[in-house]
């Protein structure tokens, strides 16, 4: 493997029917297409200027941006702060990258503890395979979320309606879902827009904010429309809970694979019991696996 450029901003992959870019500035997905050549991830303009932001250490929002530990507050902004810290590349090749981050003095003013956390990249056939592994090397228990947050292009080609576009999940999704309320978790449970396994997407279904299901029973989801391409989303069980959003004013659709979420509504107490957070003793690590595939 030839040596790697530690300031490389970005670093292409690709495999026989999948091409993607990965960029140092939050090991964040950057580009992603298929076979036939069309592109399927959100490509970062405005008015939401990201395409697939890494979460960590926090999912969604705490209550007033504060995260309380040791008798102490620390300012923590929504989805924390990996997603703007430039990573270390660890690997760079044809069909892979693997890049991480480390606590440092910047990390420790906003967040007290010490951490590694390693976001790999592989193309295995027509799939982007993405997997997370945060291991503690401190001496105290290591609270913490991750998500992932891909956009993909909603329409996914143009000239489809968006009303044309379906979510499909791998099993019935029945269970109620959640809303968010100032950006925490409102208490209110409200019916599930899934139709047995199929989903109709409009903006409608987002008119009061993201889609949140606590405990999915599916382990894949595919998004497709009649002449596009599908992109499946699949997810392992390090990511329990699942995220569906959509901005009305951007032609985009996000499906999140999470570990926590949001604070509750009403909960201010100490970031370790927050609800959702893992909590990693010392020397040991928490891995999870998302999947990304893109098909005609």
């Known amino acids: 493997m030839a040596p790697i450029d530690p300031g490389m901003a970005r670093h292409g992959i690709s495999g026989d029917a999948v091409r993607a870019t990965i960029?140092?500035?939050?090991?964040?997905l950057v580009q992603l297409g298929g076979a036939a050549g069309v592109e399927v991830l959100w490509p970062g303009a405005e008015p939401w200027p990201r395409h697939a932001p890494n979460l960590f250490p926090i999912v969604g929002m705490l209550a007033g941006d504060t995260l309380r530990h040791g008798g102490r507050s620390y300012r923590v902004t929504q989805h924390g702060f990996a997603r703007?810290?430039?990573f270390t590349w660890l690997e760079a090749t044809?069909?892979?990258?693997?890049?991480?981050?480390?606590?440092?003095?910047?990390?420790?003013?906003?967040?007290?503890?010490?951490?590694r956390f390693e976001i790999a990249y592989a193309v295995l056939g027509t799939t982007l395979?993405?997997?997370?592994?945060?291991?503690?090397?401190?001496?105290?228990t290591l609270p913490a979320s991750f998500g992932a947050h891909p956009a993909f292009r909603w329409p996914l080609l143009p000239g489809i309606a968006k009303e044309d576009h379906v979510l499909t999940f791998s099993a019935d999704e029945p269970a109620p879902i959640r809303r968010g309320r100032d950006g925490?978790?409102?208490?209110?449970?409200?019916?599930?827009?899934?139709?047995?396994?199929?989903?109709?997407?409009?903006?409608a279904v987002f008119a009061t904010g993201a889609v949140v299901m606590d405990a999915p029973a599916s382990s894949w989801v595919r998004y497709s429309a009649p002449g596009a391409p599908s992109v499946t989303v699949a997810w392992d069980s390090g990511?329990?809970?699942?995220?569906?959003?959509?901005r009305p004013d951007a032609g985009l659709l996000c499906i999140e694979p999470w570990h926590g979420m949001a604070s509750p509504v009403g909960f201010d107490g100490a970031f370790t019991?927050?609800?959702?957070?893992?909590?990693?003793?010392?020397?040991e690590r928490r891995r999870a696996v998302h999947r990304i595939a893109v098909e005609r």
Do not use: C
């Open 23 to 28: 960029a140092r500035r939050g090991a964040e």
């Open 239 to 246: 990511f329990p809970n699942l995220g569906i959003w959509s």
């Open 184 to 203: 925490l978790i409102a208490p209110e449970r409200h019916a599930s827009p899934v139709r047995g396994r199929r989903l109709a997407l409009s903006d």
């Open 84 to 86: 703007d810290r430039d």
């Open 129 to 140: 395979e993405i997997t997370f592994t945060l291991d503690n090397p401190g001496a105290e």
């Open 273 to 283: 019991a927050k609800p959702g957070v893992m909590l990693i003793p010392p020397g």
């Open 94 to 115: 044809a069909s892979t990258a693997r890049l991480e981050l480390r606590d440092d003095a910047a990390t420790r003013a906003l967040y007290p503890f010490a951490f």
